[in-house]
């Protein structure tokens, strides 16, 4: 390492190695519970408390591991805008996708062995 | 610290910047300008899969239950440890310890990152494909929705596939980061390169902290699921 230790600035945050190791051990727990879930009957409950586990895990990983805790505004301001964005494509195309009805596509305009053959005249 | 221009330049300061401090903000920012596209290149997937689930859950649930749960489990794990080996590799270099220090965690992160890469190739992929059910190169599943359980099989292979192409980035990454470490080219003042690096590897274990769940347990494990 170079010796530059004199003329350095320390503003940065250092993470205690201690808040490292409860946010890797709750990852884990994490990771247990959404297992063990899966193989509890909890009827519609199971999506989404898989889903809640898995945004409690990302919200740990980017605030301690990715530091965004300790991260300035404007790197928030871009965080949040990204997964706004990511809300916006996944909202809009859903809303269009399950309002709209779809004309039957004559099945000749796929060619023959296509691999959404057997899919389209399953479904549609 | 404004005074820091004026004195000696840590090494990897950059001269357009006012302080170091400016330029490892400038260099975080960049890197999450990059994580917010990588998070809609991954969040188009995303959505595709969202809709097809909604259309042909019976089909998606029991193409889950076609996939190795326990290895998925444990890859889960293996990132998350190889999360925590990365985040100790910055803080060493960030808190001025020995260089074999951050260099021991890096070769821990990479080593990690292969078993999971090894894992995913040995005890998922290769099975998928004795079984049939890589879909258009060795298909012969024919269970009750074989047409949908297809799909739902793309989804898996195209979401993990992509993810397995990031890892592979990572562990050029590591490689990179390890031989400059070794040189010397970190140090407590400067050390970004490391920094933004564990950006991105913590991003790709979070992808799979979602993809685990949304692929291995639709549906449930439970009997009867």
Known sequence: MSDHGDNGAHAEHV?????????????????????????????KWNTPIALVIAFTKMSLVVLFFM??????????????????W??????????????????????????????ILPLLSRFF | MSDLAHSAHPQGFAHQFEEIDQQRDAGRLGMWAFLVTEILFFGGMFTAYIIYRLKHLPSFIEGSHQLKVVFGAAN????????LTMALAIRSAQTGR???????????TWLLGAAFIGIKLHFEWWPDW????????????????APGVLMFMVFYFCMTGLH???MVVGLGILTVLIIMTARNRFSAEYYSPLEISGL??????IVWIFLFPLLYLIGGRYPGS
């Not at chain 2, 004795?130 to 929705?145: Q, S």
């Not at chain 2, 991105?200 to 274990?205: A, L, R």
């Open chain 2, 200 to 205: 991105y590897w913590h991003f790709v274990d």
């Open chain 1, 15 to 43: 993470v205690p190695v201690s808040t490292y190791l409860g946010v890797f051990i709750a990852l884990l727990v994490g990771t247990a519970l959404t297992t063990g879930v899966a193989y509890i009957d909890l009827g």
């Open chain 2, 164 to 166: 397995a192409v990031h």
């Open chain 2, 98 to 108: 020995k260089k074999g220090t951050t260099i021991f965690w890096l070769v821990f």
């Open chain 2, 76 to 83: 889960t794990a293996v990132l998350i440890v190889s999360s």
């Open chain 1, 86 to 115: 990511l809300a916006i494509m996944i909202t809009l195309s859903c809303q269009d996708e399950f309002t709209r009805t779809w004309e039957i596509v004559p099945q000749g305009w796929l060619g023959n062995g296509s691999m």
């Open chain 1, 67 to 84: 530091h965004v805790k300790y991260a300035t505004g404007l790197t928030r301001v871009i965080i949040i805008a990204g997964f706004f």
């Open chain 2, 130 to 145: 004795h079984e049939g059910l890589v879909p258009r190169f060795h298909w012969f599943y024919n269970g009750p929705h």
